[in-house]
T-cell receptor, first 110, second 113 residues
Framework: DVKVTQSSRYLVKRTGEKVFLECVQD?????MFWYRQDPGLGLRLIYF???????EKGDIPEGYSVSREKKERFSLILESASTNQTSMYLC?????????FGEGSWLTVV | SQKIEQNSEALNIQEGKTATLTCNYT??????LQWYRQDPGRGPVFLLL?????KEKRKERLKVTFDTTLKQSLFHITASQPADSATYLC????????????FGAGTTVTVRA
């Protein structure tokens, strides 16, 4: 089974803090994604990566950056967290046409 | 721009009945549509994929249709059970980036015993 693991399940951070969300997949997938999910808005793509050190902006990249130094690991970075970034963040990787999601990271920015 | 739209109203049904969920898309037809299940506090899980040239796809008690004329996919849960209670998401990829999925907001289904 494909496993996508997000390092933190619940985080509480202060406004202005730098936040790292880590994600690891164990299936050697090339494509990895970060989404955020908010009530009524569904899943929105923040960034995706199609190879090591390669990244592309999704629909809502503002306020975020990413890092992919190794194939199995894709990190989402909030350079200066703001309250409007309070959300559930989902990491995913792609096999064929199917996306496999992690369990999600609930981030609260106070 | 392309959009995926789901009826975001919750669907409450009696156990044993069929739940029918709707997914509409705008503009041109995608090559395929996908359906995912999401339980509270968990990540979505892939259920089914239906391609543009397929009218219907089945998996156990699940059935998906794809109507390019109506620009719509229907997702049916037959003989529903309380364990089917979850949010169901429709997704597809548009344009040349066929791995860049867009998701609908989801429809929450509650099956009453």
């Amino acid at each position: 089974d494909v496993k996508v693991t997000q390092s933190s399940r619940y985080l509480v951070k202060r406004t202005g803090e730098k936040v790292f969300l880590e994600c690891v997949q164990d299936m050697d997938h090339e494509n990895m994604f970060w989404y955020r999910q908010d009530p009524g808005l569904g899943l929105r793509l923040i960034y995706f990566s199609y190879d090591v050190k390669m990244k592309e902006k999704g629909d809502i990249p503002e306020g975020y950056s990413v890092s992919r130094e190794k194939k199995e690991r894709f990190s989402l970075i909030l350079e200066s967290a703001s309250t409007n970034q309070t959300s559930m963040y989902l990491c995913a990787s792609l096999a064929g046409n199917t996306i496999y999601f992690g369990e999600g990271s609930w981030l609260t920015v106070v | 721009s392309q959009k995926i739209e789901q009826n975001s109203e919750a669907l409450n049904i009696q156990e044993g009945k069929t739940a029918t969920l709707t997914c509409n898309y705008t503009n041109y037809s995608p090559a395929y549509l996908q359906w995912y299940r999401q339980d509270p506090g968990r990540g979505p899980v892939f259920l089914l994929l239906i391609r543009e040239n397929e009218k219907e796809k089945r998996k156990e008690r699940l059935k998906v249709t794809f109507d390019t004329t109506l620009k719509q996919s229907l997702f049916h849960i037959t003989a529903s059970q309380p364990a089917d209670s979850a949010t169901y998401l429709c997704a597809s990829a548009f344009g040349s980036n066929d791995y860049k999925l867009s998701f609908g907001a989801g429809t929450t289904v509650t099956v009453r015993a």
